[in-house]
């Protein structure tokens, strides 16, 4: 068939993106699913960080490429041997499917699945190979979805099925943001309530990860941010405490907001310096969570005497630690209840025709989480 998809041919296009446009609006064709895969209508596809930094070319991907991976749509087709979806079912697209018997599957842990790691990293499905061509050639899946398009053809193993009335630009923002900063809370960190929290980098996934903190109890909560409006929209979200990151003492103000530093501190700016810093907010005995994916060169310096001397721990997280089928339903629910308003984050929806402006906005901090929507 064909389908409608925003194309990557080269990285490195200048700023600003809406007269460089590195991202080319183009038809293309999706080929049928197979063997364990659905063909999925995208209806929402939200802008993330890791979609600017293949175009920006900080994180290295095969070319060219379809790119988005945080999205929701309706099960239009079934391959052979999906036999536990439906067509017309409502799904999220989860960016690292997981095979279900290498180790890490075997013993819990998903989101390190290394078969879904390697097709990722080669820009193909989980069962090898690509879906998606053009009159130049092959056209490589970024993480799995490819889902700045009208359809996409994706493994079963990268679905969760939701609810139906859920709207579609509130359930995509689940298979990563909420996915990966509420998970880094709950599951990497297993914060307790009357804990002491603070996160750098508000955007969709620092957020999340306020809204992660707040629902688990966290106190005090502190957000820390270069932007006045994430700041603002931080407090907005409940009892918060804010600091402004340029502000030469933004370490002590965290510190003493904490007293003396936080339990908890996640790093989500997906920057070395901003990790420099939650390391220093961090409490003796206490743990620093980083989800921020920097350039694959950038290198952390630790004091190993500290390190040692304080019992601190600095820990990774992808995707939230998460067991999708497991998070997702969880997380949902606490949206219904109020519990975790995910829809606070939402800066606004567009057509795919005004992706590339809108990754301008991601750039600058001016948005948090944008949605394009199809019809």
């Given at each position: 068939m064909q389908t409608t998809a925003a194309v990557l041919r080269a990285v490195g296009a200048p700023r600003p993106y809406a007269d460089s446009r590195p991202l080319a609006i183009e038809t293309v064709t999706l080929d049928p699913p197979g063997r364990d895969e659905v063909l999925v209508a995208v209806r929402a596809a939200g802008l993330c960080h890791s979609d600017l930094s293949v175009v920006n070319g900080d994180r290295p991907r095969p070319m060219p490429m379809t790119l988005g991976h945080e999205a929701a749509g309706v099960v239009e087709a079934l391959g052979p041997g999906v036999g536990d979806l439906a067509v017309g079912d409502h799904v999220v697209m989860v960016f690292m499917p997981s095979c279900g018997h290498c180790d890490p599957c075997a013993s819990g842990r998903p989101a390190l699945c290394e078969p879904g790691a390697a097709a990722n990293v080669r820009g193909e499905l989980l069962g090898g190979g690509v879906r998606l061509h053009?009159?130049?050639?092959?056209?490589?899946?970024h993480l799995g979805c490819s889902a700045f398009a009208s359809h996409a053809?994706?493994?079963?193993?990268?679905?969760?099925?939701?609810?139906?009335?859920?709207p579609f630009e509130h359930a995509a923002l689940f298979g990563c943001a909420v996915l990966t900063g509420v998970g880094a809370v709950v599951n990497t960190a297993k914060v307790r309530a009357g804990q002491s929290a603070a996160v750098v980098g508000l955007g969709g996934v620092g957020l999340s990860s306020v809204l992660g903190a707040l629902a688990s109890g966290a106190s005090p909560v502190v957000a820390v941010d270069l932007s006045e409006d994430k700041l603002a929209l931080a407090r907005s979200l409940g009892p918060v405490r804010t600091v402004n990151a340029s502000d030469a003492d933004a370490v002590d103000q965290v510190r003493a907001l904490t007293g003396g530093g936080a339990d908890f501190v996640f790093e989500m700016a997906g920057s070395v310096r901003a990790l420099e810093a939650a390391w220093k907010m961090t409490r003796r005995g206490g743990t620093t969570v980083?989800?921020?994916?920097?350039?694959?060169?950038?290198a952390l310096a630790v004091n190993v005497v500290r390190l040692v001397a304080e019992e601190r721990t600095?820990?990774?997280?992808?995707?939230?630690?998460?067991?999708?089928?497991?998070?997702?339903?969880?997380?949902?629910?606490?949206?219904?209840?109020?519990?975790?308003?995910?829809?606070r984050l939402l800066s606004g929806t567009i057509p795919l025709e005004r992706i590339n402006a809108a990754f301008d906005d991601l750039a600058e901090g001016r948005a948090v989480r944008t949605v394009v929507t199809f019809p």
């Open positions: 053009s009159e130049a050639g092959d056209l490589h899946h053809v994706v493994s079963r193993r990268s679905l969760i099925k939701v609810d139906a009335d859920l980083t989800a921020g994916l920097p350039p694959p060169e950038a600095l820990k990774g997280s992808y995707i939230g630690t998460c067991v999708p089928s497991r998070d997702i339903p969880r997380y949902v629910a606490l949206f219904r209840e109020g519990r975790l308003p995910v829809d």
